[in-house]
């Protein structure tokens, strides 16, 4: 979880620096994109060996487990779609196509959106433990 929120705040900062000045930091959209990908790849594996070992017993837990991940890429994958077109000189500039920026959008809403998810958790696991007491 330290991992995938020190993946999540670098990409973060690498987002608001391209944001803030697009022609100095514009090397950090490439870096972002890198990085985003890497991270969806290795999460996408740490879920399915984890839903795999872990709740191979509990076979409703694993489809609980396998619903919030499609619940997830699927919320991603709608909230991009919503999201307002690239501008052309943008996506000149980078020399990236809609399709691409189009998949950086999609992974930053998963990303957004796992992040959320595990500092809720943290959050909710720390009440209810402190409750317990």
């Known amino acids: 979880m330290i991992i995938s929120l020190a ?19 514009g090397g950090l959209f490439n870096v972002a994109y890198w990085i985003l990908v ?8 740490v879920w399915l ?14 489809i609980i487990f396998a619903g ?11 909230l991009a779609l ?3 077109k690239m501008p052309t000189e943008f996506l000149l500039r980078y020399g990236t196509s809609e399709t ?3 998949l950086i959008s999609i992974a930053c809403y998963i990303t957004y959106i796992t ?19």
Do not use: E, H
Request: charged share 15%.
């Open 115 to 133: 992040v959320i998810g595990a500092v809720v958790l943290m959050i909710y696991s720390a009440i209810k433990k402190a409750l317990k007491k």
């Open 100 to 102: 691409a920026a189009r």
């Open 68 to 78: 919030a991940v499609v619940v997830v890429i699927v919320a991603g994958v709608l």
């Open 7 to 25: 993946v999540a705040l670098i990409v973060a900062v690498c987002a608001i620096l391209f944001a803030s000045n697009q022609t100095k930091f």
């Open 49 to 62: 060996f984890y839903g795999i070992v872990s709740l191979k017993d509990k076979p409703k837990k694993t």
């Open 82 to 84: 919503t999201d307002a």
């Open 38 to 45: 890497c991270y969806i790849a290795v999460s996408l594996l």
